[in-house]
């Protein structure tokens, strides 16, 4: 039998639950329902305009609703709608606008529907735009006016042009050095009922501030004069930001110092001149490198690098790379010097030697090449050049060749890209020239004038077009008095769909590199995710001995492109269309773009 005591909690709970089903008959207490759905939804009378909508959508309070949990808040927020829009819409230009908004509920939506006519725009009648002040003939002025000029008479005027215009003027003055700059006169009256708005904006730059003293602290390992070397305004100067930026871009690339912190001291000047304090902490003095790669022309290959960046308080530095590969081998030694401007001048003297082995050329060099590299400005680099090479070789069925070289030479390189990494737009321009005599520490004996151009143009959004041309050209007696390094073997990366070192000219010996060459090629990729994309490409050229034919070897195909911090990897298949019975042939490479 059921004891008293074990019933009672069962009539406790049977009479809980029918207290509740009363309750909920006689609707005193409701069932949690979920909050009713909030829809915002913007129509405009005249043509649809996704730019205005998807701005009204991200600045109205409104909008940051997405239920109607609370209706008096909602209440709130719809009530104050109708000015928020004319307000923003103000903002872009439209003054004769209509807003109608509507609000309708139930159960499950509440649903919030701003119906708008925004009527003609107004637009810019007149803008001028003054200059007063020791800066007026500044040429920023004239530059913004043509480049980035936001205001123009005739477009529709938008408060944020009218704002960020003010705010470029003054940042213009300050970084040129008028920090006293400041507006005389600054308004726009616009007539909604004629559309015209009238903008005056008057600016005095005052007097300009200079330079002052620099100084340097936190390094421990270079002498004040070799840092101060890096500085090329003087005391006294015209106060820029620009010389500050260069300035610290060029301590960073030094690889001297792993922190730059460049700080105008605006509270310590003087006679208008602003003391400079510099900032650096040393890096670490050596670094080492070490990797493993694969190319179809070199096989598969290790790589070995150590660097020491700071040899002494002078800032002398060397560096050793080295290659072992399958059919490519190497090793450097460069050690350089500053020069008295060691930013944009240097000198290098390399000790090197380098091996290649092909089908039909095996050769081995050593050198040694003092150098000098002066960038005369970001774009325009001049290296002029001295190297002492002995060069061991043999064409395939050939005896083997030695031939020393005194090389005197310049190299001239135009390079600018808009980022370095993945490149949308830029162009490399270089142009070598080298020459031997055998009749000074020589039995090379030739002139070669050496000229390439690339660029890349981007017509679409991660879409990019690549073109490239490489000319070559030698004067000389004798072909068997140019070492095989300067003369001319295409396949490969540089004619894909033909064998590494695999087209050259025949002689009566065999085949053996030109003394000429020209070829170029054409390429588009895609890029469909951050690492990933793919490619098309035609490749052309030819080797020549005297006058170039009309018979062009052509290489066609497709690939896929891997995009990495160091340069783009690409995987190519690719057909010789000259000569379609050597059949097709995988490519693979990584490097730069440019």
């Known amino acids: 039998m059921t004891s008293h005591w074990q019933t009672l909690p069962y009539l406790y709970w049977r009479a809980t639950i029918a207290l509740f089903v009363m309750l909920l008959t006689l609707n005193i207490i409701q069932p949690v329902q979920a909050s009713p759905v909030l829809d915002l939804q913007i129509r405009f009378t005249d043509a649809p305009n996704p730019d205005i909508e998807r701005r009204l959508l991200q600045e109205l309070r409104l909008g940051l609703l997405t239920h109607d949990q609370f209706p008096a808040q909602t209440d709130f927020l719809f009530n104050r709608t109708e000015q928020e829009i004319l307000q923003i819409l103000r903002g872009l230009g439209y003054y004769q606008a209509r807003v109608e908004p509507s609000l309708s509920r139930s159960d499950t939506r509440t649903r919030a529907r701003i119906t708008i006519t925004l009527g003609e725009p107004v637009r810019i009648r007149d803008y001028q735009l003054r200059i007063r002040g020791d800066g007026r003939r500044l040429t920023v002025w004239r530059e913004y006016r043509q480049f980035n000029q936001r205001l123009t008479e005739g477009e529709i005027f938008r408060h944020d042009h009218y704002i960020n215009t003010l705010n470029d003027l003054r ?136 660097q020491n960046r700071l040899l002494n308080r002078r800032g002398h530095n060397y560096e050793i790379e080295s290659t072992l590969g399958q059919q490519l081998q190497n090793a450097t030694f460069r050690y350089r010097l500053p ?22 050329l095996k050769r081995s060099r050593s050198l040694v090449s003092p150098e000098y590299i002066y960038q005369v400005t970001p774009k325009f680099r001049v290296n002029p050049f001295l190297s002492l090479e002995t060069e061991n070789f043999n064409y395939s ?60 143009y981007s017509p679409l959004a991660f879409l990019r077009l690549h073109g490239r041309i490489q000319a070559a050209y030698t004067f000389s007696d004798d072909l068997r008095k140019i070492p095989a390094t300067y003369r001319y073997l295409l396949g490969g990366e540089s004619l894909r769909g033909y064998g590494f070192e695999s087209i050259g000219i025949q002689t009566e010996r065999g085949l053996e590199g030109g003394a000429n060459m020209v070829q ?26 005297d006058v170039p034919n009309d018979q062009y070897l052509v290489g066609t195909g497709f690939g896929i492109r891997g995009f990495t911090p160091i340069g783009t990897a690409k995987l190519d298949i690719a057909w010789p269309l000259t000569e379609p019975e050597r059949g097709y042939r995988i490519h693979f490479s990584l490097g730069l773009d440019l």
Do not use: C
């Open 520 to 545: 170029g090629s054409l390429e588009a990729d895609y890029r469909f995710s951050r690492w990933l994309g793919t490619g098309i490409f035609v490749d052309a050229g030819q080797v020549y001995e």
């Open 397 to 456: 069925n050939q005896d083997n060749e030695v031939i020393q070289s005194l090389l005197g030479g310049l190299n001239l390189q135009y390079r600018w890209v808009n980022q370095e990494g993945y490149v949308n737009a830029g162009y490399r321009h270089s142009a070598s020239f080298r020459f031997s005599s055998d009749q000074f520490l020589s039995n090379a004996d030739f002139q070669q004038i050496e000229l390439g151009s690339r660029g890349i």
């Open 171 to 306: 940042t213009l003055a300050h970084n040129n050095g008028f920090l006293d700059a400041q507006f005389i006169q600054r308004e726009f009256k616009v007539n909604p009922h004629t559309g015209e708005v009238f903008i005056t904006i008057e600016l005095d730059t005052g007097t300009a501030y200079q330079f002052g003293t620099v100084s340097f602290k936190g390094s421990d390992q270079l002498n004040e004069d070799f840092l101060m070397s890096y500085v090329e305004f003087e005391v006294g100067q015209q106060f820029e930001q620009a010389p500050l930026t260069e300035l610290q871009t060029q301590l960073v690339g030094s690889q001297y110092f792993g922190m730059v912190r460049i700080n105008p001291d605006f509270d310590r000047i003087v006679d208008r001149q602003i003391p400079i304090d510099i900032e650096v902490e040393d890096n670490l003095k050596h670094r080492y490198t070490i990797g493993v790669g694969y190319g179809t022309d070199t096989g598969a290959r290790v790589t070995f690098g150590f």
């Open 339 to 360: 020069g008295k401007r060691p930013a944009i001048q240097y000198w290098n003297i390399n000790l090197g030697v380098d091996a290649t082995q092909s089908a039909n």
